[in-house]
């Protein structure tokens, strides 16, 4: 249904403006407990705030979140972490691509992330969906966190760099993620506490002259969290009250952790020859002649002319 989108909402609680500007004395080990107090007391005073208390969560015009002040209370349980009540993210209408166009204020399923224990990246060479060596030691210690929280939940996104098309990106993206999922069950992780979102190009930031950049776009992400399905409205807006009620949850309270493998970047050196053109050169390292664009970004500051190139000059090549 062309390129996918995604409206990913944080929804903040401006719980600590009650108190408004802080001033703390002593070192910094006391304001850090005094910071941590105040949020426990805040957390204790607005435990009521129920899902559908009101008014609705306002648009934040100038970030990317949504203000949360209600003054009525509600009836269904509170979501969020211990009452402190916020959302981490919602994917809104996650199933998309399974499901016809919707139509206005249609009931979309969307996903909940209430709470998120570990994140786990682990990256991939190009045009390439198998494992590497590197990340076999890291996704077996994200099974075992899951193993050591049979409540948790696990989301994964497969993500591509800039170079190919958005759908072949997705299906790409899509394989990647499928292949984390795989490593998953096989390992004893039950199917039904996984879910795949391929993000595709979507989340692709880094220029195709930036071979770091984008290896790190090369990815599959797991994040182990406290995942709830919830029915939200097209188009979403900030009529969260509507949802349907959520299932009263096991929050976990293990310290979040961001873990990465380890980004491989290789390149090397070649010596342009005479009667060589890029096109040549890129059939010859690259597999591909029609690559022979992306060989010249890479090396724009020593070819002057893509059409005249100069015996003796050397040019960096990607190894992938």
Request: hydrophobic share 35%.
């Amino acid at each position: 249904m062309g390129s996918k989108k995604f409206l990913v909402w944080t929804v903040v609680a401006a719980i600590l403006f009650f108190y408004g500007g802080f001033s703390y004395a002593g070192d910094d080990t006391s304001r850090e407990d005094k910071k941590k107090q105040q949020i426990e007391e805040m957390q204790k005073r607005f435990e009521w705030w129920p899902s559908d208390a009101k008014p609705a969560p306002v648009k934040d015009q100038e970030r990317a979140g949504y203000w949360w002040w209600p003054t009525e209370p509600g009836e269904k349980r509170p979501w969020g972490n211990r009452g402190y009540v916020y959302v981490y993210k919602i994917i809104f209408d996650y199933k998309e691509e399974e499901l016809p166009p919707p139509q206005p204020q249609e009931l979309r399923a969307s996903l909940l992330i209430k709470k998120i224990l570990k994140n786990v990246k682990v990256y991939f060479d190009y045009d390439k969906s198998q494992l590497r060596d590197d990340t076999v030691k890291i996704l077996s210690a994200a099974v075992a966190t899951l193993k050591r929280n049979p409540e948790s939940s696990i989301l994964i996104t497969g993500n591509c760099d800039r170079r190919g098309s958005e759908a072949y990106n997705e299906k790409l993206g899509r394989k990647r993620a499928d292949t984390v999922m795989e490593f998953m069950r096989e390992n004893g992780i039950p199917e039904e506490r996984i879910r795949i979102i391929s993000r595709g190009k979507l989340d692709a930031v880094a220029p195709i002259t930036d071979l770091v950049g984008m290896q790190k776009d090369r990815n599959a992400q797991f994040m182990i969290a406290e995942v709830e399905e919830i029915m939200i409205p097209y188009p979403g807006g900030a009529e969260i009250s509507d949802a349907t009620q959520i299932e009263e949850g096991k929050f976990l309270v293990e310290e979040e952790k961001k873990i990465e493998g380890e980004i491989q970047v290789e390149t090397k050196q070649y010596a342009i020859q005479k009667g060589d053109t890029l096109w040549k050169i890129a059939q010859k390292e690259l597999g591909s002649g029609h690559r022979w664009k992306y060989l010249y970004e890479l090396n724009k500051d020593r070819i002057k002319d893509p059409n005249k190139l100069k015996a003796g000059v050397v040019i960096t090549i990607p190894v992938e």
